[in-house]
């Protein structure tokens, strides 16, 4: 909004800093960071009083999380309200690729609100029926990666390559929409401690804040190899006001958290970052940046697939941060561990940049 106002009067004296990317990724930052800090409170008070017991507990699961019986969830709706205000403010609306962003946060923030609602009101872990869920993360992304084809390549990259690898043609969009619902649903099962899902959301966002720059920019992705996109760059914003907005949410969900995520937050964030990786042909880096969420979804479909053909079980329980629970880790133990491993791996995300 500010951008296009500044555009029309032809950035004049001061609003000439809104021309570059870096003034508005910081203002986008800090924009989501204050209002984040502002609004909790209050927000965090009314979900308590709307919500009454707050989030259901997992009786089967680790019996130290008895005692969090009574916090609210949904506060992912504080994260997004920052998130979208400071996007609205500081990117540039003409850009398809924003439009693309923002349909899949919306849209599958709803999807998990609808979700979070249904376990609150109904007082059980089941909420929306996978199915339904699916079909409608599938709907958004698929129609967010149609209108992201229909002004980008359709060329598979991976990393080490120098160059396309494969034009998917048609299938790239059936590709792209399965990127953005895999990661979406894969931040959400990484959701299940205080502070666990939102810091590497952060750290991943630190790394497409890079990727998206130099994506963007004609000379930086001629001279590593990287594939092109213009209008990319503007993408930054985003991953910026992602990174603000978490970081307020952490100052309350941090152990003992005042508030969880819920699925409202964990799939708009998740959704995110697979649409900007979709952008930035980073697809398959996407899943080095964001891996310890792929460790997670992967020890889930692990212990289901083994336990339904012989009875037995991997993990003492899935996902793979309650085994560690299980094994006697205390739950700040296993969510610094945790953060660690997710830097590590947004390093090595950020290295096949110059690796090709």
């Known amino acids: 909004m500010l951008y296009l106002l500044a555009d029309q009067l032809g950035f004049p004296g001061l609003l000439n800093l809104i021309r570059y990317l870096t003034f508005r990724a910081g203002a986008a930052a800090v924009t989501a960071l204050f209002i984040g800090l502002v609004i909790g409170p209050r927000f965090i008070g009314w979900l308590r009083v709307k919500q009454g017991k707050g989030q259901p507990i997992r009786a089967d699961g680790p019996q ?6 009574g916090t609210p969830t949904m506060g992912g709706l504080m994260i997004l309200v920052s998130v979208m205000i400071s996007m609205l403010l500081w990117m540039d609306l003409a ?5 693309a962003c923002i349909g899949v946060t919306v849209g599958f923030g709803l999807i998990g609100f609808l979700d979070d609602y249904d ?3 109904k007082r059980s872990h089941k909420g929306v029926s996978g199915k339904v869920r699916l079909a409608g993360e599938f709907l958004i992304a698929g129609l967010a990666s149609w209108l992201i084809v229909s002004g980008n390549g359709t060329e598979l990259y991976v990393p080490f390559y120098n160059g396309a690898v494969i034009d998917l043609g048609p299938f790239y969009v059936v590709f792209a929409a399965f990127t953005i619902v895999a990661f979406g649903n894969a931040v959400n099962l990484t959701d299940g401690l205080d502070g666990l899902a939102i ?8 790394a497409f804040f890079v990727i998206a720059y130099l994506v963007g920019n004609k000379v930086f992705a001629s001279y590593l190899g990287i594939p092109h996109v213009p209008g990319a760059g503007d993408l ?9 907005g978490g970081l307020a949410f952490l100052w309350f969900n941090a152990p003992p958290a005042a508030v969880f995520m819920g699925d409202t937050g964990s799939l708009a964030l998740g959704g995110a ?16 940046v964001g891996g310890l969420f792929v460790m997670e979804t992967v020890s889930v479909i692990l212990q289901v697939f083994f336990y339904k053909r012989t009875g037995k079980r991997i993990f003492r329980m899935a996902p793979i941060h309650h085994h560690f629970e299980q094994l006697g880790w ?3 133990t296993v969510v610094i561990r945790f953060w ?3 830097f590590v791996l947004a390093l090595a995300g950020l290295a096949t940049l110059k690796l090709r």
Do not use: C, F
């Open 340 to 342: 660690i491993i997710s």
């Open 119 to 121: 376990k609150v009101k």
């Open 330 to 332: 205390s739950e700040p």
């Open 273 to 288: 970052l697979g649409t900007i990786a979709v952008v930035a042909h980073h697809e398959i880096v996407l899943g080095i």
């Open 236 to 244: 930054t914003i985003l991953t910026a006001a992602i990174i603000g």
């Open 64 to 69: 130290t999380h008895l005692a969090k019986v």
């Open 199 to 206: 810091m590497p959301v952060v750290i991943a966002s630190l």
């Open 95 to 99: 850009n398809r690729y924003v439009w």
